[in-house]
């Protein structure tokens, strides 16, 4: 078991309750193709602010071929980003930020404890601790697989103005 407690007990969650299959995520998270790091959403706590979703590390990966050749190691940065698409979601769903898209903002206190290859499911675990509506946002997350703690921290996401940003 982890040296920190899990915000929620992972033999708790009915994997097969889906809240929010991938089309639905889509629905709040701006992320496409090979930038999807959200599999489902199966667990919602209001009331403590947490929620909870996975992603499933298969052998089609695009980090696959170069991190690294012959020993495929999910890069510390896309279980950032995968943890960020988790925050995100559950904030802008419940419109915490007042914001048309979250972005990065910062990290603090990430640890990388475990790792984490394809066949994986990192089940990836947010709490909302602070919001302040058209400033910043602060998550605790916790990132897990077969009940090892694999990565967690602290994240804070910023609105972005999408209207200058140039499309493409």
């Known amino acids: 078991m982890p040296s920190k407690p899990l915000f929620i007990d992972p ?14 995520i889509r629905r709040v998270n701006p992320q496409r193709y090979e930038m999807e790091q959200l599999t489902a959403i199966v667990y919602e706590d209001l009331t403590n602010n947490i929620c909870v979703g996975y992603k499933d590390v298969t052998r089609d990966e695009f980090w ?18 995968a943890a960020a698409q988790m925050c995100s979601y ?16 910062g990290l603090e206190d990430v640890r990388f404890r475990d790792l984490v290859i394809p066949g994986d499911r990192l089940i990836l675990m947010c709490k909302l601790v602070k919001a302040r509506r058209h ?12 009940q090892s703690l694999v990565v967690e921290g602290t994240l804070k996401g910023i609105p972005i103005p999408v209207d200058r940003v140039p499309a493409l």
Do not use: W
Request: hydrophobic share 45%; with cysteine.
């Open 11 to 24: 033999s708790e969650i009915d994997f097969n309750h889906v809240i929010a299959d991938l089309e639905e």
């Open 64 to 81: 696959i071929r170069g991190h690294m050749p012959n020993m495929p190691l999910m890069p510390g940065v896309m279980m950032l980003e």
């Open 90 to 105: 559950f904030a802008q769903k419940h419109d915490s930020l007042g914001a048309k898209m979250i972005g990065f903002g």
């Open 135 to 146: 400033r910043m946002i602060t998550c605790d997350f916790q990132g897990v697989v077969r």
